[in-house]
T-cell receptor
Framework: DTEVTQTPKHLVMGMTNKKSLKCEQH?????MYWYKQKAKKPPELMFV???????INESVPSRFSPECPNSSLLNLHLHALQPEDSALYLC???????????????FGAGSRLTVL | SQQGEEDPQALSIQEGENATMNCSYK?????LQWYRQNSGRGLVHLIL?????REKHSGRLRVTLDTSKKSSSLLITASRAADTASYFC????????????????FGKGTKLTVNP
């Protein structure tokens, strides 16, 4: 299995809703990522989990809450979002920091979020 | 600020022609990667070139790296309509043989359109 699976593909939510985005990989990768991408812009890093521990938080507002239940799963919990949070949310994974290697990311297809 | 800056921002060519995209960056790097993104989908890793390499080939792709000029180019030969996508360079700011950074920095991307 060489895929990163994201669900749902599309999500529409109101500003008072609580929802979650889910990501799963079975490649044995030890690092998992959340990126946010607005239209015609590059992906922006939000969070990185390395060996199931949060290693990077790019000063993301607390209305986004990541969770890594195990090495294969990554969630992004959403609460009290704003319309400007509407974007494509991309999950990625990588083998992790190998002494002789470079960090190559495998991305999921993304979850398109619309906040009304 | 974005490490990588691609140019051109948009490129439109005819099928069969070659497409060249450039990426400039600001700090020293461990490696530079190119990713492709079809509209509204996840990114797909294409090719990686390490800082001690000058040129690399993969099928119809040719990547060059000039660390003295802090620039890279991606050449797609004999383009096809299926090559239509956005192409992003991503730089890894860690040191060579340090194991790769979890904090890849994506450039703004080049939108390539290949007309049949």
């Amino acid at each position: 299995d060489t895929e990163v699976t994201q669900t749902p593909k599309h999500l529409v939510m109101g500003m008072t809703n609580k929802k979650s985005l889910k990501c799963e990989q079975h490649m044995g990768h030890r690092a998992m990522y959340w990126y946010k991408q607005k239209a015609k812009k590059p992906p922006e890093l939000m969070f990185v989990y390395s060996y199931e521990k949060l290693s990077i938080n790019e000063s993301v507002p607390s209305r986004f809450s990541p969770e890594c239940p195990n090495s294969s799963l990554l969630n992004l919990h959403l609460h009290a979002l704003q319309p400007e949070d509407s974007a494509l949310y991309l999950c990625a994974s990588s083998p992790g920091r190998l002494p002789s290697g470079a960090n190559v990311l495998t991305f999921g297809a993304g979850s398109r979020l619309t906040v009304l | 600020s974005q490490q990588g800056e691609e140019d051109p921002q948009a490129l439109s060519i005819q099928e069969g022609e070659n497409a060249t995209m450039n990426c400039s960056y600001k700090t020293s790097i461990n490696n530079l990667q190119w990713y492709r993104q079809n509209s509204g989908r996840g990114l797909v890793h294409l090719i990686l070139i390490r800082s001690n390499e000058r040129e690399k080939h993969s099928g119809r792709l040719r990547v060059t790296l000039d660390t003295s000029k802090k620039s890279s180019s991606l050449l797609i030969t004999a383009s096809r309509a299926a090559d239509t996508a956005s192409y992003f360079c991503a730089t890894d700011p860690s040191r060579l043989f340090q194991g790769g950074s979890e904090k890849l920095v994506f450039g703004k991307g080049t939108k390539l359109t290949v007309n049949p």
